[in-house]
């Protein structure tokens, strides 16, 4: 093989893992972050969210109602309540593991109900499979099973 050639393929490696990396970088926000249009105003929502969660056994330790605070601070916002959700049971197989504890300050699972300026109310959460799953282990595992809890709630209320 010619020094061009060796080079010239070598430049075709360097080009695709650039291509590579810039689309994975451009694909990622929408990988990790779903939306999703509820079949219900906003009061409704949350409602049937909140007691979704509840019959599968999930607490709400706190709610993050968005529009009252910016209203505090001096701002106007549509309707929005984040919802911090937990499973003691898939929570303590993560927190009982030391090295299994980095992942901490993503707990709890968070999912976020909204109005957006078409009056229309959605539903936004974070693809928890995808994430554990690039974790391994019993990380993947937890967030397995929390993800598709999640979906289940996130079902009750979408389209």
């Avoid at 105003?41 to 969660?53: C, Y």
């Avoid at 605070?69 to 049971?89: Q, R, W």
């Avoid at 901490?104 to 539903?123: A, N």
């Avoid at 928890?128 to 929390?146: H, Q």
Wanted: net charge neutral; glycine share 6%.
């Amino acid at each position: 093989m010619t020094r061009t050639n060796i080079l010239f393929v070598l430049g075709g490696i360097v080009a695709g893992i650039l291509l590579t990396s810039l689309l994975a970088y451009k694909a990622a926000p929408g990988m990790m972050l779903k939306e999703a249009e509820s079949k219900y105003n906003f009061e409704q929502s949350v409602q049937v969210f909140e007691q979704t969660a509840k019959d599968m056994g999930w607490k709400i330790p706190t709610v993050h109602d968005m529009k009252e605070t910016m209203h505090v601070n001096g701002y106007k916002v549509a309707s929005m309540k984040v919802f911090e959700l937990c499973h003691p049971d898939h929570a303590y197989e993560i927190l009982k593991l030391d090295q299994e504890r980095i992942v901490s300050s993503m707990m709890p699972c968070r999912v976020s109900i909204y109005e957006k300026s078409d009056g229309k109310t959605y539903v936004s959460w974070m693809n928890t499979a995808m994430m554990g799953n690039m974790m391994g282990g019993t990380i993947a595992d937890v967030m397995g099973i929390a993800s598709a809890d999640s979906e289940k709630m996130i079902q009750s209320i979408t389209k």
